[in-house]
C-alpha cells in the first residue's frame, strides 16, 4: 500500500516559471512532511518541511501549501531556475519522532533555460 | 562536519556473492536508517536502528538481508547471497535525537550480475 502519493512523475517548466508538485497521504498518524530535493549521483536532501498545524511555510522561493482535511501538501518552486532541475521527493512520518520516512515516488523536474 | 559516510560508492559483483555496505552516522546523532532507492519502487525504508538498537525491521525484504550496529559510529547492511533484484541505490541516513531533519549520506550503487 502506498501510503504517500505524489504526481506528477515529471515536469518540464520554462526559467522563471512556477513549479509545483503535489502528495496525497492516507495515515493520519503522519505529523511530518518534509520535501527531499536530490541531484543525479546525490543523497536526498532536505529542502522544506510543514507541520500540520500550519497550512503554508515559505521559505525563499520555496512553498509548502497544507490542507489537512485534504491529506494533501505540495511543494512550490517560485522563478524557477535551471539549478533547481533535480528530482523532488515528498515524504511523511509518523508522530512520535525518530521513526523512519515514508516518501512519494519522486517527481523529475526539468527547468528549460 | 563530515555527514554521513558510506562505503563503498559502487559495489559490482555477481549473484550469490555475499556483499557488505558500510555507514558512518554524522558524530552525536542517534538514529540510523537503511533505505533502498529503485526506479520501480523509489525510496523504501528498509531498517531503523535508535541507540544502535534495531527498532523497526519490517521493511527488509527477506532473510538475505541483515543490518547490524555495533557502536554509535558504524553500521553495517549485508546481502548474503545476493540476487540480481536487489540491484539498486542503497542510502544510510541519520538524525540526531530530538531532532526532525534525517541526513542522508551520497548512497552505495550496488549492481548485481
Known amino acids: 500500500q502506498q501510503q504517500v502519493k505524489q504526481s506528477p512523475q515529471s515536469l518540464i517548466v520554462q526559467k522563471g516559471g512556477i513549479s509545483i508538485i503535489n502528495c496525497a497521504y492516507e495515515n493520519t498518524a503522519f505529523d511530518y512532511f518534509p520535501w527531499y530535493q536530490q541531484f543525479p549521483g546525490k543523497g536526498p536532501a532536505l529542502l522544506i518541511a510543514i507541520r500540520p498545524d500550519v497550512s503554508e511555510k515559505k521559505e525563499g522561493r520555496f512553498t509548502i501549501s497544507f490542507n489537512k482535511s485534504a491529506k494533501q501538501f505540495s511543494l512550490h518552486i517560485m522563478d524557477s531556475q535551471p539549478g533547481d532541475s533535480a528530482t523532488y521527493f515528498c515524504?511523511?512520518?509518523?508522530?512520535?519522532?525518530?521513526?523512519?520516512?515514508?516518501f512519494g515516488k519522486g517527481t523529475h523536474l526539468i527547468i528549460q533555460p | 562536519d563530515a555527514g554521513v559516510i558510506q562505503s563503498p560508492r559502487h559495489e559490482v559483483t555477481e549473484m550469490g556473492q555475499e556483499v557488505t555496505l558500510r555507514c558512518k552516522p554524522i558524530?552525536?546523532?542517534?538514529?540510523l536508517f537503511w533505505y533502498r532507492q529503485t526506479m520501480m519502487r523509489g525510496l523504501e525504508l528498509l531498517i531503523y536502528f535508535n541507540n544502535n538498537v534495531p527498532i523497526d525491521d519490517s521493511g527488509m525484504p527477506e532473510d538475505r538481508f541483515s543490518a547490524k550496529m555495533p557502536n554509535a559510529s558504524f553500521s553495517t547492511l549485508k546481502i548474503q547471497p545476493s540476487e540480481p533484484r536487489d540491484s539498486a541505490v542503497y542510502f544510510c541516513?541519520?538524525?540526531?535525537?530530538?531532532?526532525?531533519?534525517?541526513?542522508f549520506g551520497p548512497g552505495t550503487r550496488l549492481t548485481v550480475l
Open positions: 558524530s552525536g546523532h542517534n538514529s
Open positions: 541516513a541519520s538524525i540526531r535525537g530530538g531532532a526532525d531533519t534525517q541526513y
Open positions: 515524504a511523511a512520518r509518523i508522530r512520535g519522532g525518530a521513526d523512519g520516512l515514508t
